[in-house]
């Protein structure tokens, strides 16, 4: 069984700086893609990053303040979060799209964690 497990949310004053981190553990044969999705109160969960291979993508809201970054070796993705807005405030969860086996392809979630921006 594949397991995500997030560390990292927290209570952060408008401005500051959180680093989360993801790590995949359990049968994994390779990770596709990695992410990190967000659900505020109300809202439908919303992609912030993604990264495929070397390739990333942001949202639009988080361009230029948000870096996504995966380390292969260790099946971990993180993500450092910059210059942070009450507007995002949201409960951050890790998402990896991987095969288990060379047939199996599976998508997992974490079980999320919870980033506070205090204005």
């Known amino acids: 069984q594949v397991q995500l497990v997030e560390s990292g949310g927290g209570l952060v004053q408008a401005g500051g700086s959180l680093r989360l981190s993801c790590v995949v553990s359990g049968r994994v044969f390779v990770i596709n893609a990695m992410g990190w999705y967000r659900q505020a109160p109300g809202k439908q969960r919303e992609l912030v990053a993604l990264?495929?291979?070397?390739?990333?993508n942001y949202a639009d809201s988080v361009k230029g303040r948000f870096t996504i970054a995966r380390d292969n070796a260790q099946n971990t993705v993180s993500l450092q979060m910059n210059s942070l807005k009450p507007e995002d405030t949201a409960v951050y969860y890790c998402?990896?799209?991987?095969?288990?086996?060379?047939?199996?392809?599976?998508?997992?979630w974490g079980q999320g964690t919870q980033v506070t921006v205090s204005a």
């Open positions: 990264i495929i291979l070397n390739s990333t």
């Open positions: 998402n990896a799209d991987l095969l288990e086996t060379t047939m199996t392809r599976s998508n997992y």
